[in-house]
C-alpha cells in the first residue's frame, strides 16, 4: 500500500461531509441581467441547482471508484458536463467549491466533481481510473439525476460536449488523463491554480510536464491563476504552487489552439473555496491569503471567467461578444494580468480552432 506524503494530511483540516442525498441550493438574485455578458459573472436567479452525493460504493455501484458530487441546474434539454477534479490530487470533496460549480451550473451546465479520499495518491494510476469514472456516468449519471431530483422534465446529460476543469493537484490527473489516454468527449480544459509533481517540494520526481516540451495533445485551455501561488505562507513551508511547478509551466506546455492565461494577482491558493473553507485556510495559514479582500468577487471572477472561455465556443456572434471579457477582465476591480495566443471571431471558419471537437493526441 503506497504510503501518503505528509503534506497530504492537510486537507483533512478542511473536510467536511454533508449528508448524501439530494439538496436544493437556492439561486442567489443579482441585479445584473444574464442576458448581458456580464451576467455570467452572477449565478443565473432564474434557475435553482440541485447538489446530489453519488457515493462511491462497490456494492451498489460497480465501476465507480471515486465519489461524485453533482451540481444539476432546473433545466430541461441536453446539456454540457463539467468534470471537476479538486485540489489535493482530487482527494476533497468537489462540494468544497460549490459556489462556483453552483454557479457554473446556473447558466447551462452539469457540473460533476470527482473525488475520493483513499486510495493511490499515484496520478497516473487516478487518471487512469477517471476513464471508469466516464463509462460509469455515461451509462449510468442521467438515470441517478432522474431518480434523486425531484422535478419533472430533467436534463439530460450530453457528454459529447464535455469540459475537463481542475485545482491545484488535481490538475495532475487531468493532464495526466491527457497525454496518456487522448481526450475522450473534452473539448477544453480549465486549469485552477494548477500544480505539476507529486508533492510541493517536488522531492518525488513525477511530473506531467516536461520544461521545455509541448504536451501530445491539442485542446483550447485556460489557464486561471492566483497571484500569490508561489508565495509560502510560513517560513520555511513550500508554496502551494511554486512558481517552478505552477501555472506558468503548464501554459508554456500547451500547444496554441488557443489557450488563455488570466491572473488575478491579489488573491490566494484557496480563495477559491467556499467561505468557510477560504476562512480556514486564512486562519491556518495553509497557503497565503488577503484577508482585506473580498473573496467571493474573486470565486464570481473565476466561474464568469470560464463561462466566457465555453461560451465563445458556440458561434461568431457569442464569441463577439465574449472575448472582451477574455481580454481585458475587469470584473475583479483590481491588478489582472492576462496573456492569450491570438484569437479573431472569423466568419469564414470556426471562432476558436479545434473548438468544435477535441483533436486527437499530437504525435
Same mark, same amino acid.
Given at each position: 500500500?503506497?504510503?501518503?506524503?505528509?503534506?497530504?494530511?492537510?486537507?483533512?483540516? *478542511? *473536510?467536511?461531509?454533508?449528508?448524501?442525498?439530494?439538496?436544493?441550493?437556492?439561486p442567489v438574485q443579482v441585479a445584473q441581467s444574464v442576458a448581458s455578458p456580464l451576467g455570467l459573472y452572477y449565478p443565473n436567479?432564474?434557475?435553482?441547482?440541485?447538489?446530489?452525493?453519488?457515493?462511491?460504493?462497490?456494492?451498489?455501484?460497480?465501476?465507480?471508484?471515486?465519489?461524485?458530487?453533482?451540481?444539476?441546474?432546473?433545466?430541461?434539454?441536453?446539456?454540457?458536463?463539467?468534470?471537476?477534479?479538486?485540489?489535493?490530487?482530487?482527494?476533497?470533496?468537489?462540494?468544497?467549491?460549490?459556489?462556483?460549480?453552483?454557479?457554473?451550473?446556473?447558466?447551462?451546465?452539469?457540473?460533476?466533481?470527482?473525488?475520493?479520499?483513499?486510495?493511490?495518491?499515484?496520478?497516473?494510476?487516478?487518471?487512469?481510473?477517471?476513464?471508469?469514472?466516464?463509462?460509469?456516468?455515461?451509462?449510468?449519471?442521467?438515470?441517478?439525476?432522474?431518480?434523486?431530483?425531484?422535478?419533472?422534465?430533467?436534463?439530460?446529460?450530453?457528454?459529447?460536449?464535455?469540459?475537463?476543469?481542475?485545482?491545484?493537484?488535481?490538475?495532475?490527473?487531468?493532464?495526466?488523463?491527457?497525454?496518456?489516454?487522448?481526450?475522450?468527449?473534452?473539448?477544453?480544459?480549465?486549469?485552477?491554480?494548477?500544480?505539476?509533481?507529486?508533492?510541493?517540494?517536488?522531492?518525488?520526481?513525477?511530473?506531467?510536464?516536461?520544461?521545455?516540451? *509541448?504536451?501530445?495533445?491539442?485542446?483550447?485551455?485556460?489557464?486561471?491563476?492566483?497571484?500569490?501561488?508561489?508565495?509560502?505562507?510560513?517560513?520555511?513551508?513550500?508554496?502551494?504552487?511554486?512558481?517552478?511547478?505552477?501555472?506558468?509551466?503548464?501554459?508554456?506546455?500547451?500547444?496554441?489552439?488557443?489557450?488563455?492565461?488570466?491572473?488575478?494577482?491579489?488573491?490566494?491558493?484557496?480563495?477559491?473555496?467556499?467561505?468557510?473553507?477560504?476562512?480556514?485556510?486564512?486562519? *491556518?495559514?495553509?497557503?497565503?491569503?488577503?484577508?482585506?479582500?473580498?473573496?467571493?468577487?474573486?470565486?464570481?471572477?473565476?466561474?464568469?471567467?470560464?463561462?466566457?472561455?465555453?461560451g465563445s465556443f458556440e458561434n461568431v456572434q457569442t464569441c463577439l461578444s465574449l472575448l472582451p471579457l477574455l481580454q481585458s477582465p475587469t470584473f475583479l476591480g483590481s491588478a489582472v494580468v492576462v496573456v492569450n495566443s491570438?484569437?479573431?471571431?472569423?466568419?469564414?471558419?470556426?471562432?476558436?480552432?479545434?473548438?468544435?471537437?477535441?483533436?486527437?493526441?499530437?504525435?
Amino acid at each position: 500500500m503506497e504510503t501518503r506524503p505528509a503534506w497530504t494530511c492537510l486537507p483533512i483540516v *478542511l *473536510l467536511a461531509y454533508p449528508s448524501a442525498g439530494r439538496r436544493f441550493l437556492k439561486p442567489v438574485q443579482v441585479a445584473q441581467s444574464v442576458a448581458s455578458p456580464l451576467g455570467l459573472y452572477y449565478p443565473n436567479p432564474a434557475v435553482s441547482v440541485s447538489f446530489v452525493r453519488i457515493h462511491h460504493n462497490p456494492n451498489v455501484f460497480a465501476g465507480l471508484k471515486f465519489n461524485l458530487d453533482v451540481f444539476v441546474p432546473r433545466m430541461s434539454g441536453f446539456l454540457p458536463v463539467i468534470y471537476f477534479l479538486p485540489g489535493f490530487q482530487a482527494t476533497i470533496p468537489a462540494k468544497l467549491y460549490s459556489s462556483i460549480l453552483k454557479h457554473l451550473a446556473s447558466h447551462g451546465f452539469v457540473v460533476v466533481g470527482v473525488w475520493r479520499t483513499l486510495g493511490s495518491l499515484n496520478s497516473d494510476i487516478r487518471a487512469i481510473q477517471l476513464r471508469k469514472v466516464l463509462t460509469w456516468t455515461q451509462k449510468h449519471l442521467e438515470s441517478q439525476i432522474k431518480f434523486t431530483v425531484g422535478w419533472p422534465n430533467k436534463p439530460r446529460p450530453n457528454h459529447a460536449k464535455s469540459t475537463l476543469a481542475c485545482h491545484s493537484a488535481g490538475c495532475h490527473i487531468a493532464v495526466s488523463f491527457l497525454v496518456n489516454q487522448g481526450c475522450a468527449n473534452f473539448g477544453s480544459l480549465v486549469l485552477m491554480s494548477p500544480v505539476d509533481g507529486k508533492d510541493p517540494f517536488g522531492i518525488v520526481p513525477k511530473f506531467v510536464v516536461t520544461p521545455y516540451q *509541448l504536451l501530445p495533445f491539442s485542446i483550447p485551455s485556460l489557464i486561471l491563476a492566483a497571484g500569490l501561488d508561489p508565495l509560502p505562507a510560513k517560513t520555511f513551508y513550500p508554496a502551494c504552487a511554486p512558481e517552478d511547478l505552477g501555472s506558468m509551466r503548464f501554459f508554456d506546455a500547451l500547444r496554441d489552439v488557443p489557450k488563455w492565461y488570466i491572473n488575478a494577482l491579489e488573491y490566494g491558493h484557496f480563495d477559491l473555496l467556499d467561505k468557510l473553507y477560504a476562512t480556514g485556510n486564512q486562519a *491556518l495559514q495553509l497557503c497565503p491569503a488577503n484577508s482585506a479582500i473580498d473573496k467571493s468577487i474573486y470565486r464570481q471572477h473565476l466561474a464568469g471567467t470560464m463561462l466566457a472561455f465555453l461560451g465563445s465556443f458556440e458561434n461568431v456572434q457569442t464569441c463577439l461578444s465574449l472575448l472582451p471579457l477574455l481580454q481585458s477582465p475587469t470584473f475583479l476591480g483590481s491588478a489582472v494580468v492576462v496573456v492569450n495566443s491570438t484569437l479573431a471571431c472569423d466568419r469564414s471558419r470556426p471562432p476558436i480552432p479545434g473548438a468544435d471537437r477535441c483533436a486527437s493526441p499530437v504525435r
